[in-house]
């Protein structure tokens, strides 16, 4: 019989290359183990995702800065936050960056998707993501997609931070599928410093992502067959013990985690150069 393939999104695959034991506690054990409570950053994060995603629902015509602060407050999330005071900044700021990042778009250029799922099977995943936008720009033999990813966390993104991108390549792999246009370019839009990092892939090197994601799901799969298999999950699903073991959800119940000092669920927001984690 043929081996199933390996659902995955690029989240899923994150997981388990920032620490095995983080994809066990988050998609094998079942029920999952309790997480901390939310993080502010990521609350951020989503809250200027969901106002962008918005601003592009509404007729062009209506894409203007005033409708803005009526956008962000209809997506505002507001767990996580140390006060009153600390939201109502975090909210001022958040403001400010799209008011700065929507003066450089066209009003009226629409994307070829936005918050858009692209899906794309090979002999080992079937993969699914949803890319924060995909533009349609012209190229040397017509119009090319663009992947663009909107982040609000860690500043200083540059060139090689795109070119590393696995989700960012993945997109790019199954968007040029999906819409049957090349699709190389893919863009890092940093919020906060009004900054672009991007990286022109090639076919191999599109390629050379989608097999490093496929040698991590056949990673995934052994280590759950040998759990099935009566195997000690903790061996097959290792930590990776680290910096980023203070901002992990699980970091109570992992062992190894609870050794590394907590974070504050708001310390993202404090951080002057960003918070440790991307937000997304």
């Known amino acids: 019989m043929p081996e199933r393939l390996f659902v995955c999104t690029p989240s899923k695959l994150g997981a388990y290359a920032d620490c095995p034991r983080r ?3 988050s998609y094998v054990d079942r029920p999952a183990p309790p997480k901390g409570p939310p993080w502010a950053h990521n609350s951020l994060g989503a809250s200027v995702h969901n106002a962008l995603k918005n601003w592009y629902a509404l007729p062009a015509d209506r894409r203007r800065p005033e409708a803005l602060p009526t956008l ?5 999330v507001r767990e996580g936050y140390r006060d009153d005071e600390q ?3 975090a909210y001022r700021r958040a403001l400010a960056w799209l008011e700065s990042y929507v003066d450089t778009l066209e009003p009226g250029a629409d994307p070829v998707g936005v918050e858009r799922v692209v899906a794309v099977k090979t002999a080992v995943l079937a ?3 949803r890319a924060d936008r995909i533009d349609a720009r012209p190229g040397p033999a017509g119009p090319e997609l663009v992947i ?4 609000t966390g860690r500043a200083g993104l540059d060139a090689d931070d795109a070119r590393g991108s696995q989700a960012l390549a993945l997109y790019a792999y199954a968007a040029e599928r999906v819409f049957r246009r090349p699709c190389r370019r893919v863009e ?3 919020l906060p410093t009004g900054t672009v990092a991007a990286h022109e892939h090639t076919p191999e090197s ?3 992502q989608v097999a490093r994601a496929e040698d991590t799901a056949r990673d995934i799969m052994a280590a759950e067959r040998a759990v099935a298999d009566g195997a000690d999950a903790d061996e097959a699903f290792p930590t990776t013990p680290g910096p980023r073991c203070g901002w992990c959800d699980y970091r109570r119940t992992c062992p190894a985690g609870a050794e590394a000092p907590g974070k504050e669920p708001w310390a993202a927001l404090e951080r002057p150069t960003g918070p440790a984690p991307d937000a997304g």
């Open 206 to 208: 599109l390629a050379r």
């Open 87 to 89: 939201e109502r900044d």
């Open 188 to 190: 890092l839009h940093h």
């Open 127 to 129: 993969f699914n993501g």
């Open 72 to 76: 962000l407050k209809g997506t505002w």
């Open 23 to 25: 994809y066990r506690y």
């Open 148 to 151: 663009v990813d909107y982040k």
